[in-house]
């Protein structure tokens, strides 16, 4: 059964990076099937689209986040990690990391999630 | 890339159906047939209910049924039942292989 795990820091400080990663067990991430994307909610909020990459490694962006964010895969590793720039109190949020059938936004398995807080 | 528009809250009677809209533009709900919609309990990860418009994943009660027309996307429940409450979030292919979650809806089961 394939399971997804976030994992990083709880706490970030404003200006610096949020990095997560996400590891991937009971399937491969180099499945040709499947994309793995990032998804964030703020404390009480709705859910927000962060991005997503295929296995050979392109990316694809929310048109809001791209100047800040990077998606990469280790397929040695299977992970797929997320870099957020120049964080604020507004990225605040349970980052979610998922996969994609085949590129549709069908996200049928889902980590369980990750609180990170951006403070000094 | 904004939000598609959800209603805040809809409610019902066990038993009752309810409707929920998700409204974008021909950019994204209205130009491709890849809406999926999510329910989420508190404190927990969202769960696929709809993908491609109106495919039900294995295990999900056929009570929950999906609809496109134009820039607007529905979400049908029928036979509400009290674990029915919850947060339901539509998405939306918006091009390039990006995507675009509604605001989302407040289900109550009066």
């Known amino acids: 059964q394939l399971q997804l795990q976030e994992s990083g820091p709880g706490l970030v400080k404003p200006s610096e990076t949020l990095s997560l990663t996400c590891t991937v067990s009971g399937g491969s991430i180099s499945s040709s099937s499947y994309y793995w994307g990032w998804i964030r909610q703020p404390p009480g909020k709705g859910l927000e689209w962060i991005g997503s990459?295929?296995?050979?490694?392109?990316?694809y962006y929310n048109p809001s986040l791209k100047s800040r964010v990077t998606i990469s895969v280790d397929t040695s590793m299977n992970q797929f990690s997320l870099k957020l720039n120049s964080v604020t109190a507004a990225d605040t949020a349970v980052y979610y990391c998922?996969?994609?059938?085949?590129?549709?936004?069908?996200?049928?398995?889902w980590g369980q999630g990750t609180l990170v807080t951006v403070s000094s | 890339q904004s939000a598609l528009t959800q209603p805040r809250s809809v409610s019902g009677s066990p038993g009752q159906s309810l409707t929920i809209s998700c409204t974008g533009t021909s950019s994204d709900v209205g130009g491709y047939s890849y809406v999926s919609w999510y329910q989420q309990h508190p404190a927990k990860a969202p769960k696929l209910m709809i993908y491609?418009?109106?495919n039900r994943p294995s295990g999900v009660p056929d009570r929950f049924s999906g609809s496109k027309s134009g820039n607007t996307a529905s979400l049908t429940i029928s036979g509400l039942q009290a674990e029915d409450e919850a947060d339901y979030y539509c998405c939306s292919h918006a091009g390039s292989y990006t995507y675009v979650f509604g605001t989302g809806t407040k289900v109550t089961v009066l």
């Open positions: 491609d418009v109106s």
């Open positions: 998922a996969r994609d059938t085949g590129g549709s936004g069908t996200y049928l398995s």
């Open positions: 990459i295929y296995y050979s490694g392109d990316t």
